[in-house]
Structure formats: structure tokens, C-alpha cells
């Protein structure tokens, strides 16, 4: 079964850094983009970064371009989201996501990790 499992949300003050991490199992790392998405209170999901299988090509929010930094480790199946001079405004509940073919039915299925918490608070 594929599973995403993050870590490393907490809370710091503005201007601090965090790592948040995602650990991949149940389907061919390799083959697959990973992307981070985050909710925060009272409000709907927003897409914050992508990275392609090979991480060769990587995309940002405009809300976080120059603050994160999004990489993965394909030996590790572990993809990592940077965050440096955090804000209040990032604090939200960090999701891992990806989109697997199913191997049976060929169909695209999208999975979603349990999220991790991040507070920026002074």
C-alpha cells in the first residue's frame, strides 16, 4: 500500500527555520513527482512546491519562492521541504502528496500523507 508519512512540524518563532520530511512507501519513488500542500486554519488547500522524479526541475508558490526549498533523496524515499525566515502566515498543516498509477488499473490514484503541523507564533 502506498503510504506518506511526514515529520518535523513544530513550533517556532518568526524568522526560524524547519525541515519537514516525508518518508515514501509501497510504490517506485523513482517514477513519480512529489509535492507539498499545505491547509491553513479556516482556510482551503494551497499548493506550496513540486519536485520531479529525478528532482531536476523544482516549482514554488509565490508566497514561499526564496524562503523553501523543496529536494528529495531517491535513495532514501524521502523527499525534504526547507523552511527558512518563516512567518506567521505559513503556519498550516503540511501534507506530502503524490499522484501513483494504480499497476492494475492503470488508473492515476492521488494519495495524501497525515500532515504535520507547522506554527509560526511569537
Known amino acids: 500500500d502506498v503510504q506518506l508519512v511526514e515529520s518535523g512540524g513544530g513550533l517556532v518563532q518568526p524568522g526560524e527555520s524547519l525541515r519537514l520530511s516525508c518518508a515514501a512507501s509501497?510504490?517506485?519513488?523513482?517514477?513519480?513527482?512529489m509535492t507539498w500542500v499545505r491547509q491553513a486554519p479556516g482556510k482551503g488547500l494551497e499548493w506550496v512546491s513540486s519536485i520531479t522524479r529525478h528532482g531536476d526541475n523544482v516549482t514554488y508558490a509565490d508566497s514561499v519562492k526564496g524562503r523553501f526549498t523543496i529536494s528529495r533523496d531517491n535513495g532514501k524515499n524521502t523527499v525534504h521541504l526547507h523552511m527558512n525566515s518563516l512567518k506567521p502566515e505559513d503556519t498550516a498543516v503540511y501534507y506530502c502528496?503524490?499522484?501513483?498509477?494504480?499497476?492494475?488499473?492503470?488508473?492515476?490514484?492521488?494519495?495524501w500523507g497525515q500532515g504535520t503541523q507547522v506554527t509560526v507564533s511569537s
Open positions: 509501497g510504490f517506485p519513488f523513482t517514477w513519480y513527482d
Open positions: 502528496n503524490t499522484v501513483v498509477r494504480n499497476y492494475r488499473t492503470l488508473v492515476p490514484e492521488e494519495y
